[in-house]
């Protein structure tokens, strides 16, 4: 079974760019969420996807967007780059959305898209 | 933001030895699960330990979790050199699947 796949896997950007960033999940997966990694903030949510909606979004400004295909695969994207926009981007799947106290969600991870602003 | 802070941020132990890291956060949780990262690439998945769980065992990994003290703590036992890696701590509630990390632990095993 094929794993959660990030592409590109590096890249390079100008600020004022922007910079889109795709995934595939796990198939039969049909939630995937974006995590931003820097070396300050740490491990970050950025947003969840489910069923080409989305369910959850962390405290990012508007220029941080994303989308869910009918096949699950996702794409975020971030205009007007700015330094410190320059980050790990992980994507992670999951079968579903789990609601409530008895839920668990485990995510598989992809091996992530590093971005650098200059 | 982050959910909590981890303990210690760095170790640096020999091949055999244990390993333990520690996980404090902050609100009510469902789960806290543990998760590995080499060398900033995708993590991986290690154990869940769901709330009304005191102890877990995966293996060489035993992960507590005291719901009073709001903390976690992950053991690696008789560790080996391939587990150098960071090693996160993730809280779920009841939104989705958002997990928020703590700060994470670099862990070192010298040959």
């Known amino acids: 079974k094929a794993g959660v796949t990030q592409t590109p896997r590096y890249l390079i950007k100008t600020r004022g760019q922007q910079v889109t960033l795709s995934c595939s999940p796990i198939?039969?997966?049909?939630?995937v969420s974006w995590y931003q990694q820097t070396p300050g903030q740490g491990l970050q949510f950025l947003f969840e996807?489910?069923?080409?909606?989305?369910?959850n979004k962390g405290n990012f400004p508007g220029r941080f967007s994303g989308r869910q295909f009918s096949n699950s695969r996702s794409e975020m994207n971030v205009s007007t780059l700015e330094l410190g926009d320059s980050a790990l981007y992980l994507c992670?799947?999951?079968?579903?959305?789990?609601?409530?106290?008895?839920?668990?969600?485990?995510?598989?991870f992809g091996a992530g898209s590093r971005l650098t602003v200059l | 933001s982050q959910q909590g802070e981890e303990d210690p941020q760095a170790l640096s132990i020999q091949e055999g030895e244990n390993a333990t890291m520690n996980c404090s956060y902050k609100?009510?949780?469902?789960?806290l699960q543990w998760y590995r990262q080499n060398s900033g690439r995708g993590l991986v998945h290690l154990i869940l330990?769901?709330?009304?769980?005191r102890e877990k065992h995966s293996g060489r990994l035993r992960v507590t979790l005291d719901t009073s003290k709001k903390s976690s703590s992950l053991l690696i036992t008789a560790s080996r050199a391939a587990d150098t890696a960071s090693y996160f701590c993730?809280?779920?509630?009841?939104?989705?699947?958002?997990?928020?990390f703590g700060g994470g632990t670099r862990l070192m095993v010298k040959p």
């Open positions: 992670a799947s999951s079968p579903r959305i789990i609601q409530g106290i008895s839920g668990a969600n485990v995510l598989t």
């Open positions: 198939s039969g997966h049909r939630s």
């Open positions: 996807y489910f069923s080409e909606t989305q369910r």
């Open positions: 609100t009510s949780i469902n789960n």
């Open positions: 330990i769901r709330s009304n769980e």
């Open positions: 993730a809280t779920g509630g009841d939104a989705g699947n958002m997990l928020t």
